[in-house]
């Protein structure tokens, strides 16, 4: 590609090893003009430049003295500094079975010699742009998880940090309320803060749960947990959120939970189950339509108990194969992409599991599914 002096704009750099004058010629000829060529005519120095850094591809000859470009190709791919370096050889041989041992070697392609000029030129400019694209690609990949372990753990840190000063606002609520000066008024309102206070710090001790669920360390204690109970609670909460929108909310059973009388119990832990729930309904009614109804099925299906929550309105179609991911949001200026995450560590946690069905237009079905109890 030509720069705004006239010149050709450098490509990259490619190290060439070949012991023939000729050959080193020719290949400089056709690529000396889009990249810097280094030159190595034996193994040995191939391996000394190679490890200074900075080349885009090696073009390696396969018949030298010495070291021969398979044991040469060889180190390189066990070098962890110069394995991902793409390698072509360059050969005169025919062998099938040469290629074959080339490929099995780590090399990248074949160029026969002697080679069109412009055949060499064309295959070179590919690899090297598709390794600098790599390269790239990677190189963002390691900053993007860098930035998430920081977030993560400047996140742990937060909500170490806020236990404290909290216990302290809590503290001086409590102390407040003993004071008999105080008229119902005052009082009303300091229990108010005092109820916002411990609804905060339950909130933060549910984030740190998080963090251990993602990191395999929550101590799941296992107990028996009546889903309807828990199905209730969540639908009573969620009441104004649900009325706001003219919602109706409704549980039902599935006709073979007849012989359990509806009482479907599963093996898991209450603060977990709750907080599960809450997030896939209170989705449910932010993805609704106004004056519409959202479904709610307690059922039995492969030994797990289930919990299908259906609801007018599509999920969008560019996150669908993300919907349980982390951050993953849509449509919603506060929305922070953890709500049906979190749902999904919680079910994972109590060794059951989440899907989507996205399937029938206009409608979304998210079914939970968790171990049953033993009656």
């Known amino acids: 590609m030509p720069s705004f002096n006239g010149q050709q704009e450098n490509e990259g750099t490619i190290l060439l090893v070949d012991d023939q004058p000729e050959q080193i010629d020719v290949i400089r000829s056709a690529l ?30 396969i018949m030298m003295p010495g070291m021969d470009g398979f044991e040469v190709c060889r180190q390189l791919k066990e070098n962890p500094e110069t394995r991902e370096v793409p390698v072509i050889f360059l050969t005169a041989r025919e062998s099938q079975e040469d290629e074959a041992l080339g490929l099995s070697l780590g090399a990248t392609d074949f160029i026969r010699k002697p080679g069109n ?8 400019r590919n690899i090297v742009a598709l390794f600098r694209t790599k390269r790239e690609l990677s190189r963002k990949n390691e900053q993007l998880e860098q930035a998430l372990k920081v977030r993560e753990e400047m996140e742990r840190i937060s909500r170490h940090d806020l236990k404290g000063p909290l216990s302290g606002i809590l503290g001086v609520a409590q102390l407040l309320l003993e004071e008999a000066a105080l008229d119902e008024g005052q009082k009303a309102l300091l229990k108010m803060a005092e109820r916002s206070g411990y609804t905060m710090l339950e909130m933060i001790n549910r984030s740190m749960d998080l963090f251990k669920m993602e990191n ?59 907080p599960l729930l809450c997030n896939l309904i209170l989705n449910a009614i932010e993805a609704s339509p106004p004056g519409e109804k959202i479904g709610i099925l307690l059922a039995m299906e492969g030994g797990m108990a289930t919990v299908q929550i259906t609801n007018r309105g599509e999920v969008p179609e560019a996150i ?26 919680a079910a994972k946690t109590q060794n059951g599991s989440i899907t989507l069905d996205s399937s029938r237009p206009g409608e979304t079905q998210v079914t939970v599914a968790l171990p049953v109890a033993e009656p």
Do not use: M
């Not at 003009?33 to 390696?60: Q, T, V």
């Open 32 to 61: 000396g003009r889009h990249f810097a060529i280094r030159i190595a005519i034996h193994g040995a120095l191939a391996l000394k430049i190679a490890n200074r850094g900075g080349l885009d591809l090696i073009l390696l000859d």
């Open 117 to 124: 000029p412009l055949i060499v030129l064309a295959r070179a």
């Open 216 to 274: 395999g360390t929550y101590p799941l204690r296992p107990e028996s947990v009546g889903l309807r109970e828990v199905l209730s609670k969540v639908v009573g909460d969620l009441g104004r959120q649900a009325a706001a929108k003219g919602l109706s909310v409704e549980i039902a059973d599935a006709p073979d939970l007849s012989v359990r009388g509806g009482n479907l119990t599963v093996v898991g832990e209450r603060f977990l189950c709750y």
């Open 320 to 345: 669908r194969d993300r919907f349980f991911d982390k951050y993953v949001t849509h449509g919603k200026d506060a929305g922070t992409g953890l709500g049906t995450y979190s749902a999904w560590l």
